[in-house]
């Protein structure tokens, strides 16, 4: 298995712009997360998805963050419009989880740096 | 509500010596615990978990922890440091049973290695 992709690897956007990070998870795993990992709030969990369906988006910092799940192979955050705040990086995690058997862990992708100018 | 905590926000040990990394956690229910290590530029990666069986957890790279309930502890140990064990480890707890929902991290503990 490839593991949690995630693209793209580096953005650097200007003040205003729409960003979309993307991810797909592992095959087969049923919960797929957002975390946000700055050196001052060290990793925040944006939301999360299980069974396609996001099941928590507290985390999600403003309106200006939306974040979709389409399918089970496929996830968006986007970020409309962009400010220098945030700047950080944005990790996917996903995981095989049920109701009996939960605590396998989560895998990370290799996140995407954004930067913000 | 569960949270972890890590005391200690950088160590720095010599190579070949003992890895200590503090983590202490809340929780009102029985906890999975996890520790996951972060080398640069890189995602979280999972070192070893906790999930109520033995309480003494061997992971890779020669880590282990061990769970102890009346401390409320799960500290990450390593007998002999190595330079490649350079990197930020974080501490985590999630609910005992049933769906995992949010994880939740500690601030983490950036490790130095000293030739």
Not at chain 1, 25 to 41: A, C, D, E, K, V
Not at chain 2, 81 to 107: P, W
Request: hydrophobic share 35%; proline share 5%.
């Amino acid at each position: 298995d490839a593991g949690v992709i995630q693209s793209p690897r580096h953005e650097v956007t200007e003040m205003g712009q729409e960003v979309t990070l993307r991810c797909k998870p592992i095959s087969g795993h049923n919960s797929l997360f957002w975390y946000r990992q700055t050196m001052m709030r060290g990793l925040e969990l944006l939301i999360y998805f299980n069974n396609n369906v996001p099941i928590d988006d507290s985390g999600m910092p403003e309106d200006r963050f939306s974040a979709k799940m389409p399918n089970a192979s496929f996830s968006t955050l986007k970020i409309q419009p962009s400010e220098p705040r945030d700047s950080a990086v944005y990790f996917c995690a996903s995981s095989f989880d049920t109701e009996i058997t939960g605590g396998y862990g989560y895998t990370f992708g290799s996140g995407t740096r954004l930067t913000v100018v | 509500a569960q949270s972890v905590t890590q005391l200690g926000s950088h160590v720095s040990v010599s190579e070949g010596a003992l890895v200590l990394l503090r983590c202490n956690y809340s929780s009102s229910v029985p906890p999975y615990l996890f520790w996951y290590v972060q080398y640069p530029n890189q995602g979280l990666q999972l070192l070893l978990k906790y999930t109520s069986a033995a309480t003494l957890v061997k992971g890779i790279n020669g880590f282990e922890a061990e769970f102890k309930k009346s401390e409320t502890s799960f500290h990450l140990t390593k007998p002999s440091a190595h330079m490649s064990d350079a990197a930020e480890y974080f501490c985590a707890v999630t609910r005992y049973g049933g769906s995992q929902g949010n994880l939740i991290f500690g601030k983490g503990t950036k490790l130095s290695v000293k030739p």
